[in-house]
């Protein structure tokens, strides 16, 4: 239920923080798709080209986002709101493009409010919904996440 909510209300209400959405388009350019969010684009490695002409919500946790200081390829750009320590993390709430996130960050990484950060969104913890309907997406990378995950026993 936690990684792959059966749809955005479930996704809003289990966890904290809960998970973010954000409005999504895909293309496909070959055999590569490319995910544009408010706030940039990025690759897509894996076979969501059929999500293509879709109204869809990106779905997203806060802990599998990452954070980096400077630009590069693959990185969406947002802005920095609060800074939240939290001591064993920093909870940050960023703008990208339209849309508000909560991303959880390493506890020595202190990005200033208003300051820009570049955004890595681990595909394999994307959560693909309907906008219309909110209900989750099969894409087949709902299996990835559950054997990548790493299990604390």
């Known amino acids: 239920m936690y990684d792959n909510p059966s749809d955005t209300f479930v996704g809003g209400f289990i966890g904290t923080p809960p998970m973010n959405f954000l409005e999504a388009e895909v293309s496909s350019s070959g055999s590569t798709a490319v995910v544009e969010v408010s706030g940039g684009s ?71 409010p208003t300051s820009d950060v570049w955004l890595r969104l681990e595909p394999a913890r994307i959560r693909w919904m309907d906008r219309d309907t909110g209900t989750a997406i099969h894409t087949g990378a709902e299996e990835l996440a559950t054997e990548t995950a790493v299990v604390i026993s």
């Open 42 to 112: 990025f690759e897509f490695p894996s076979d969501v080209a059929a999500l293509a002409g879709h109204d869809l919500l990106l779905g997203i946790r806060a802990e599998a986002i990452g954070v980096e200081t400077a630009a590069a390829d693959g990185l969406v750009r947002a802005k920095v709101i609060v800074l939240e320590p939290l001591g064993s993390h920093n909870l940050v709430t960023v703008r990208c493009g339209e849309d508000t996130l909560k991303v959880s960050i390493q506890a020595d990484i202190f990005p200033q």
